[in-house]
């Protein structure tokens, strides 16, 4: 298992932090772009682009996921009176979890687990620790739990 840690930095005006592995390197950065819309960009330590993250104009929050300038995943909130509930769509995969304790999994329809989150209480900004499972799409996989945060994070701003 792998494990990846994101902390955003509160009160920060542009999206720009990284994700650090278990030994507390900095292994990726994540920028935010100036548009109508929310785009995020997952890149290498120097600058190389992995994955985009751009939001979409929907009634609910909704992330397209791209890689190497292909459509990977789209990850949406839907209509949910009592809870938060997110799908992903591309890859054959389901997030679970209790987002009030705010631990969660991605995972196959037939139970087999990607990666798990944590996303830490009590922090100043946003924490998330990230386990991936070995062999899995490690690159997919971040840039999904980010699309998770935005989603969060436009709810947050939503009721604010």
Excluded at 29 to 39: A, F, I, M, Y
Excluded at 114 to 143: C, F, N, Q, V
């Amino acid at each position: 298992m792998t494990t990846f840690y994101i902390k955003q930095k509160a009160l920060s005006f542009l999206d720009h932090f990284t994700i650090k592995d278990q030994t507390g390197a900095d292994c990726y950065v994540v920028d935010g772009e100036w548009s109508l819309r929310k785009t995020l960009v997952l890149k290498t330590l120097d600058g190389a682009e992995l994955s985009r993250i751009k939001g979409r104009f929907a009634l609910r929050p909704t992330f397209e996921i791209f890689q190497d300038g292909r459509h990977c995943a789209t990850l949406r909130q839907e209509l949910s009176f009592f809870k938060t509930k997110l799908s992903v769509e591309g890859p054959n995969w389901e997030i679970t979890g209790n987002w009030t304790t705010s631990q969660f999994e991605i995972a196959d329809l037939d139970g087999g687990v990607h990666a798990r989150i944590t996303r830490e209480l009590w922090t100043w900004g946003d924490s998330y620790r990230i386990d991936i499972a070995p062999d899995e799409p490690e690159i997919l996989l971040l840039a999904i739990v980010i699309a998770i945060d935005a989603v969060l994070e436009a709810n947050r701003a939503a009721r604010a």
